[in-house]
């Protein structure tokens, strides 16, 4: 008969797997931020493509690294996921309006929330998965 860990090791491991969720995103956010400030050929096509004129690169780029930036830490991660998940959900309006698949964006948003979720026990008991 195997026992069951104790709850203290549960929470433990949840917490790291929250971080290692949380962190995984970020490079991807943090890139595409990079990228609007320098603009290279492809961002400034890609904005074209998409409909925006690429003077709007700069401030898409400060609104997606300050998103990111207010998720990583820890005191301000929860309001960080919702600016990101209203992030991710003007682009998702973005591609669907130009024919573009989301699947990936929608895999992002639920890993960004389940990171926190796994790493933040205020947001596990305003939100239980099962009583």
């Known amino acids: 008969m195997e026992l069951e860990q104790p709850a203290h090791h549960r929470s ?66 929860v309001l960080g996921a919702i600016l990101l998940t209203g992030y991710i959900g003007g682009a998702m309006a973005t591609h669907l309006r130009i024919g573009e698949p989301i699947f990936m964006h929608i895999v992002i948003g639920v890993v960004i929330w389940l990171g926190i979720y796994l790493r933040d026990a205020r ?7 099962r009583q």
């Open 123 to 129: 947001l596990r008991a305003i939100l239980p998965l």
């Open 12 to 77: 433990g491991k949840m917490f790291w797997i929250g971080w290692v969720l949380s962190i995984l995103p970020s490079p991807l956010f943090l890139f595409s931020a990079v990228m609007k400030f320098i603009k290279p050929p492809a961002v400034v096509e890609g904005m074209k493509h998409q409909g925006f004129s690429d003077h709007l690169a700069l401030g898409l780029g400060i609104v997606e690294l300050s998103c990111v930036l207010i998720y990583l830490i820890p005191r301000t991660s």
